[in-house]
């Protein structure tokens, strides 16, 4: 079934603990993104990648990395989770090339850092 | 610099219209998105408009002001299944999408 998918559905982390999400997509789109969601403010952009090989920084990057070694996965890695980074992550992706820019999201990874 | 706003939340009537108002400010943009997110899913795509001028799609549609720096989207037809978070969009100049906090729509029989 064509679509992206992430991983884990949610989690609960200790606080100083390292922690990677994944997320892949199977719709050969050049560029992906990772958001995060928190109640009562719209979706933030932390990381995304136009193409396979590069990165750059959205609203709120700091406290995370990604990478994106080809076009189908796109891990997003906390180095020492704060409660802070509770929240909800969602990754997206898109085919820019294309004339609506459409993002499709996944379906999301829940996050509690104690 | 940037903003977009919403309402926080609308109440409305199983069978009645709708509409879902989104401001916006940006010095540059490259299109306006609105999506549907049910309560613990992923947003969905709902439509994109570019140009000034009205997008319809079944029973929902949007319409766009460029010159006045909003859209609404329009919901027809209400039914239970419609209850959702209404997000709100604009594409940057740098092709990032800047969000809004979203519209809770609460439905009622």
């Known amino acids: 079934i064509a679509g992206i998918t992430q991983a884990p559905t949610s989690q609960i982390l200790a606080a100083g603990r390292r922690m990677t999400l994944r997320c892949t997509q199977d719709m050969r789109h050049n560029a992906m993104y990772w958001y995060r969601q928190d109640l009562g403010l719209g979706l933030r952009l932390i990381h995304y990648s136009n193409t396979a090989g590069t990165t750059g920084k959205g609203e709120v990057p700091d406290g995370y990395s990604v990478s994106r070694a080809n076009t189908d996965d796109f891990p997003l890695t906390l180095a020492s989770a704060v409660p802070s980074q509770t929240s909800v992550y969602f990754c997206?992706?898109?085919?820019?090339?294309?004339?609506?820019?459409?993002?499709?999201f996944g379906p999301g990874t829940r996050l509690t850092v104690l | 610099g940037q903003n977009i706003d919403q309402p926080t939340e609308m109440t409305a009537t199983e069978g009645a219209i709708v509409q879902i108002n989104c401001t916006y400010q940006?010095?540059?943009?490259?299109?306006l998105f609105w999506y549907q997110q049910h309560a613990g899913e992923a947003p969905t795509f709902l439509s994109y408009n570019v140009l000034d001028g009205l997008e319809e799609k079944g029973r929902f549609s949007s319409f766009l002001s460029r010159s006045k720096g909003y859209s609404n989207l329009l919901l027809k037809e209400l039914q239970m299944k419609d209850s959702a978070s209404y997000l709100c969009a604009f594409m940057d100049s740098n092709y990032q999408l800047i969000w809004g906090a979203g519209t809770k729509l609460i439905i009622k029989p």
């Open positions: 940006t010095s540059g943009f490259n299109g």
């Open positions: 997206a992706s898109s085919d820019s090339s294309g004339s609506s820019n459409e993002q499709f």
